[in-house]
């Protein structure tokens, strides 16, 4: 019952805020109703049981992913009549990406009503395995079977921030206005200040 | 609770659903009172370390101040600015304070007293934890001013960075408690080193322990890391244009989740709710052992409380380069390789037994 409801609360909310994503006229309202929609789908899989997967949505990309979009969407000028004028010109785009949209769901729900298809019994190290957590059973998988691929993302993800900041690394020391943090820790006051005491009527000699 | 409610004649499902409204209820009620009172202690740690007297007006030693600055928000006009996004400026404060209660599900307060048992608890937290930046950055966008923009920026560059670290500190617990369950992490530091609970104590973890309480720090903007709302630079940051309850609820939200970060040092590094020492008749002299788990909790959490306040009387503000200096140059590869360090140590002590 109360997994029943929870369904159809995530299920309703998720294509609801997925709508609003398309139709929100403001960009920011747009990525807002996007966060919903993740939010909305980790519910959904912690109701299937895959906690892991729902925490690592949220974490990854509600998180971070999203902050960031919403962080550079905040910052556009957004001239909505512009955007508005490139309709007519993406409109047989957009006719042909619902075209083939709808006929996937055709084809979905016909394979649906003709019948479930006959799953094989999981076997092999793939196999879910009972009693144990997801996080287990996903770390067995990724750092057993799949080490070798895992790795293999890890040092491509790696090379691709090498790159990012390869391509936007200046030489700190042509930057107006740098600072030496260290140099600056080792600042003492009695090398930034001085005591004077004048006499009445005269100045300071610095 | 669950059984409770059963024995009173409902149904497994009508038990359930009663039973944790009943327990978050139990939770977020005492956490509001607690919210109001450690406000006021924070004011007067202040004003002790200031050689002032503090809030000492309203009822004995003044300790209804905070109820009477409560009433004082609830009966004034909230002002919404005309060129301000309605709905959003409406609801960021809303997202804020729900988002501080929420990662309160997990927090094991005893043996058994925990609302949700989940064993991807952690990861709850550092998820909710990730949202509460969206109330910081609806709010600064939909007031539609500058300055507070101009703090949304900053706490969103501020949350993301220190959580890159926080990450990597809590996979060194997680790697020596061998769980992601809170409870099973405040087991896991039972007779830790020697017989002291916690992991702060054993040298390995206690440099992490250091980088979480500051990581902490700068993920609540508290002072020193309080660039969002740095009153120099930025009126008041995202707070300017709000008034009101919509204030109180920013105010409200900002100390539960200082509350929660003081709950997440005990509870990750100080044994949460265990006595610091493992000797049976400290885990039973007040009343009962569950009342004695909640006792030594609270100890805790109000001890890393007074640090916080401790901090904020002290210690002056950070510029925002230091702090990305901070976060970005010194905690995540220090962090990072204490996680290569901790997984070695594990590895080659042969800490997880055969299963490896």
Known sequence: MIQTLAFYLFAVLVIASAVMVITARNPVHSVLWLILAFFNGAGLMVLVGAEFIAMLLVIVYVGAVAVLFLFVVMMLDIDFAELRAGFVKNFPLGIAVALVLLAELVLGIGAYQAGALQLGEPSGVGAPRMGESNIESIGALLYGKYLFLFETAGIILLVAMVGAIVLTHRPPKTQRGHQNISKQNQRRPQDATVMKQPPVGQGVEL | ?356
């Not at chain 2, 909790?297 to 950070?318: C, D, E, G, H, N």
């Open chain 2, 1 to 356: 609770m669950t059984e409770f409610f059963q024995s009173l004649g409902m149904g497994y499902e009508a038990a359930w659903f009663t039973a944790t409204i009943a327990g978050i209820l139990l939770i977020a009620f005492p956490l509001m009172l607690a919210v109001a009172m450690i406000i006021y202690a924070d004011r007067k740690i202040w004003a002790a370390m200031a050689l002032r007297k503090g809030p000492n007006v309203v009822g004995p030693f003044g300790l209804l101040q905070s109820f009477a600055d409560g009433l004082k928000v609830f009966l004034q006009e909230t002002i919404i600015p005309s060129a301000a996004n309605k709905g959003l400026f409406l609801l960021a404060p809303i997202i804020t304070f729900t988002v501080a209660l929420m990662a309160w599900a997990v927090v094991p307060f005893g043996p058994a007293a925990v609302l949700s048992d989940i064993n991807v608890g952690l990861l709850y937290v550092l998820a909710i934890s990730s949202l509460g930046v969206y109330g910081v950055v609806m709010a600064g966008w939909a007031s539609n001013s500058k300055y507070p923009f101009f703090s949304a920026m900053r706490a969103a560059a501020q949350m993301i960075s220190y959580e890159v670290s926080i990450g990597f500190i809590l996979i060194c617990v997680v790697l020596w408690a061998g769980t992601f369950n809170m409870n099973g992490i405040v087991l896991a530091q039972q007779n830790h080193v020697w017989l002291l609970n916690g992991f702060a104590f054993n040298p390995l973890l206690f440099p992490m322990w250091v980088m979480f309480l500051i990581s902490s720090l700068a993920e609540t903007a508290r002072a020193p890391f309080d660039l969002t709302e740095a009153e120099s630079e930025l009126v008041a940051g995202y707070q300017t244009e709000y008034s009101s309850m919509a204030f109180a609820l920013y105010w409200l939200g900002e100390y539960a989740n200082v509350l929660l970060m003081c709950a997440l040092n005990a509870v990750l590094f100080f044994g949460g709710w265990l006595p610091p020492l493992d000797i049976p008749i400290l885990y039973n002299f007040f009343f009962t052992e569950g009342l004695t788990a909640v006792f030594w909790l609270f100890a805790k959490i109000l001890f890393f409380f007074f640090i916080f306040s401790w901090v904020k009387a002290t210690v002056p503000r950070y510029r925002y380069d230091q702090l990305m200096r901070l976060g970005w140059k010194v905690f995540l590869p220090l962090s990072l390789f204490f996680v290569v360090l901790i997984s070695g140590y594990l590895m080659a002590t042969g800490h997880y037994g055969a299963t490896a």
